[in-house]
Every structure is written in structure tokens, then in C-alpha cells.
């Protein structure tokens, strides 16, 4: 097959990203983030000071969202784990963005981003230039966000949508947030209430709302295992292709 697309929605630290970065790795498909593209047009428009809420700079912001190149590079990560570590860590392929050649992997995960983003999610011009670049991007892949299965791939071969309770995906987002620089400090209660109101946001949104597509299969992580969710997402998948 040189078309097979798998969709995978849901809300903030469900679990999506990891999961549908394993199966691409195993499909040896090709792994799109499409919220790093919104974090990515997010810390374009911090950096030209503009402001993600204002009507005015808003066709500045779209304008970057047209014309910047992003590219997300999905990197093997080397050597499988050691038979001792206990239990084993599956590993993480990682994903590096790219914004105009520059790497600002770390950088769109920062709590400036994440505070800034929902205006940029909810500009229909920015939503818009995205469906196109991120639609050109697909073909053997698997892609994660919020509007992947109705919206930019509504003709996916699998469609997923991923929850988890909030208290495990703020946990999980917890954990992995406090491995970057200047975040040992960041608190639960704090991870929790941005999930929370990025769920709200993005849920009531009026364009492309978060939303399961009526296709879509509900996945709830919260007793599951990394490899666990792979597997079933693998399983479905060989059995569509
Ligand atoms: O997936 P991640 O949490 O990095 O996405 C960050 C934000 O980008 C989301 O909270 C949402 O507002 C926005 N987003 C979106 N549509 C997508 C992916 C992300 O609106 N397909």
C-alpha cells in the first residue's frame, strides 16, 4: 500500500504522541505532530511580538503560517534498552522540530507557548494554511491532534480517539515536561489546570473542534501500558491493510 493513513485524536497528554510515534515506528510509516506545527506558529508570532489574540496581527500570524517551513524529523533512537532495566522502557523515537531551519524542539514546549496557544489554534486563517501543509504530509502515516480524523484526514484508514483521566495525563505530562531545562519546578496542580482549560478550549471551540469522529474507536489508556497501547493500534491496523 503506498496510502494508509491512521488518525489518532483526543485531549491534552492522553497519551496520543508517544503511542502513534511507536506505531509509526513499527509500521515503518512516517509520524506527524500537528500540535508542535501550532506550538510552532505559537513561538513565531511570540518571537515577532505579536500578540496570538489580536485581530490586527492576526493576518501577520497567518501569513507565517503560510509561508514558514516547518519539518518534523522523526529520529530512531538507537539501541534497544538494556535486558536488565526493569521494567523495560520501550524507546522513545524522538521528534525534532524545525522552524525555518532553526531546532525549537525544546523550546514550543515551554509554559509561554502552551499559555499562548489556544489563540493560535482557534484562528481559522492559521487552521487553514495548516490542513494544507499538514495534508500534503500524509500518505504511510500516523498522525496525532485534535481534528485529524473529521477535519485533515477525514477519509483515514484507522481513526483512534485516545482520553486518559486528567489525573494520569497530567502525571504522565508531569514527568516529561520536568526533564527539560527550567521546568524541574513546574507543579502538578499546574499541569493539570492548563490540560484542563486547553480541553475546554479546545473542545468549545467553533472551528474544528476536539471531537471523536463518528468512525473513530475510543481507546482509554488510563490502566494501559505504552506497549499495550501499541499493540492493540498495530493489531487494528493489520487488520485494515
Ligand atoms: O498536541 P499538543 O498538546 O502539543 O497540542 C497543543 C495545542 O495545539 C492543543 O491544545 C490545541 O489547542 C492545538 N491543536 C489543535 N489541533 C491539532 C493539534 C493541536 O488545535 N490538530
Known amino acids: ?20 510515534r511507536l506505531v509509526a515506528q513499527q509500521l515503518n510509516f512516517e509520524y506527524i505532530d500537528s500540535g508542535a506545527m501550532y506550538r510552532t506558529i505559537t513561538f513565531a508570532a511570540l518571537k515577532e511580538n505579536l500578540n496570538p ?13 503560510k509561508t514558514s517551513k516547518i519539518q518534523l524529523i522523526t529520529i530512531d ?41 489556544t489563540g493560535i489554534a482557534s484562528n481559522p486563517g492559521v487552521r487553514e494554511a495548516l490542513v494544507v501543509k499538514q495534508r500534503a504530509m500524509a500518505e504511510c502515516v500516523v498522525m ?14 484507522l481513526k483512534l480517539f485516545i482520553i486518559a483521566d486528567p489525573k494520569i495525563r497530567a502525571e504522565r505530562r508531569l514527568k516529561e515536561l520536568k526533564r527539560i531545562k527550567k521546568m524541574e519546578n ?34 482509554d489508556t488510563s490502566g494501559l501500558s505504552i506497549e499495550e497501547q501499541v499493540e492493540r493500534i498495530i493489531k487494528l491496523a493489520l487488520e485494515k491493510m
Open 53 to 65: 489574540t489580536s485581530l490586527i496581527d492576526s493576518y501577520k500570524i497567518i501569513n507565517i503560517a
Open 186 to 219: 513546574l507543579e502538578m496542580s499546574e499541569v493539570l489546570a492548563d490540560l484542563l482549560r486547553r480541553d475546554k478550549n479546545d473542545t468549545e471551540r467553533k472551528i474544528s473542534p476536539l471531537k471523536m469522529a463518528d468512525d473513530a474507536i475510543l481507546l
Open 77 to 117: 533512537n538507537g539501541t534497544p534498552p538494556l535486558a536488565h532495566t526493569s521494567p523495560p522502557q520501550p524507546l522513545l523515537p524522538k521528534t525534532r522540530v524545525l522552524f525555518n531551519e532553526e531546532d525549537i524542539t525544546e523550546k514550543i514546549m515551554l509554559p509561554e507557548i502552551t499559555r499562548n496557544i
Open 144 to 157: 496525532d491532534g485534535r481534528d485529524i480524523g473529521t477535519v485533515i484526514l477525514p477519509n483515514a484508514h
Open 1 to 20: 500500500r503506498n496510502l494508509f493513513q491512521i488518525a489518532i485524536d483526543g485531549p491534552a497528554a492522553s497519551g496520543k504522541s508517544t503511542t502513534a
